[in-house]
């Protein structure tokens, strides 16, 4: 299984990022999805994550600012950030599921720049 990861870049404080993660390989069926990320010199922490049946969770810090959203049939899930500020700057990790037995795959990250 892989887990590609795509949408990160640099922007400026106030505008928006939509990240996407593909998984692909032999997978039988997906259960949770969800980003975490990873900021310099901080532990990384679940930004949001989402359920096979839609139910969804976020960070106190993300909260009506970023959308989960999962694609089944793509395989893919989406995170939508809106209003990013700064302290969003991070590495941005997709996580998947996988399987009966729930399998925790990573992707490889994608870099999150936000400038003030």
């Known amino acids: 299984v892989q887990l590609q990861a795509s949408g990160g870049g640099l922007v400026q404080a106030g505008g928006s990022l939509t990240l996407s993660c593909v998984a692909s390989?032999?997978?039988?069926?997906?259960?949770?999805m969800g980003w975490y990320r990873q900021a310099p010199g901080k532990q990384r922490e679940l930004v949001a994550d989402i359920t096979s049946g839609g139910s969804t969770k976020y960070a106190d810090s993300v909260k009506g600012r970023f959308t989960i959203s999962r694609d089944n049939a793509k395989s893919t899930v989406y995170l939508q950030m809106n209003s990013l500020k700064p302290e969003d700057t991070a590495v941005y990790y997709c996580?998947?599921?996988?399987?009966?037995?729930?399998?925790?795959?990573w992707g490889k990250g994608t870099q999150v720049t936000v400038s003030s």
């Open positions: 390989g032999r997978i039988s069926s997906i259960n949770e």
């Open positions: 996580n998947v599921d996988i399987g009966s037995f729930g399998i925790p795959y």
